[in-house]
């Protein structure tokens, strides 16, 4: 049974950084990718962020992009999201996801994936 465990959210203010984790366990992803999707009150879950787990290939929504990154640990089967730069805007619950296997270019849909962590929330004060 597949798992994935977030850590790292928490309130910060504008301006700061946070750094998000997220562990997978029970699967390997290899020939699959790993995502970080987002959802604020009121609003639709919405992509933030995917890496191809074989090459490495990531990438952005447009809002992001230049402030986070997304990289993997395949020893630790973890991917991690990191935040600098945060804004308010950038609060919500985030939510990793993982496909073990995925069209690149269906990479920023939700249905995409077949495995979603509990979520942890992100809260950027102004």
């Known amino acids: 049974q597949v798992q994935l465990v977030e850590s790292g959210g928490g309130l910060v203010q504008a301006g700061g950084s946070l750094r998000l984790s997220c562990e997978a366990s029970?699967?390997?992803?290899?020939?699959?990718?790993m995502g970080w999707f987002r959802q604020a009150p009121g609003k639709e879950r919405e992509f933030v962020a995917a890496?191809?787990?074989?090459?490495?290939?990531?990438d952005y929504t447009h809002s992001v992009k230049g402030r986070f990154t997304i990289s993997r640990d395949n020893t630790k089967n973890t991917v991690y999201l990191q935040m600098n730069s945060l804004k308010p805007e950038d609060t919500a619950v985030y939510y990793c996801a993982a496909a073990a296997r995925l069209h690149w270019p269906r990479r920023l849909i939700v249905g995409a994936y077949d495995y979603w962590g509990q979520g942890t929330q992100v809260t950027v004060s102004s």
């Open positions: 029970g699967g390997t992803f290899s020939s699959g990718a």
């Open positions: 890496i191809n787990w074989s090459n490495g290939v990531t």
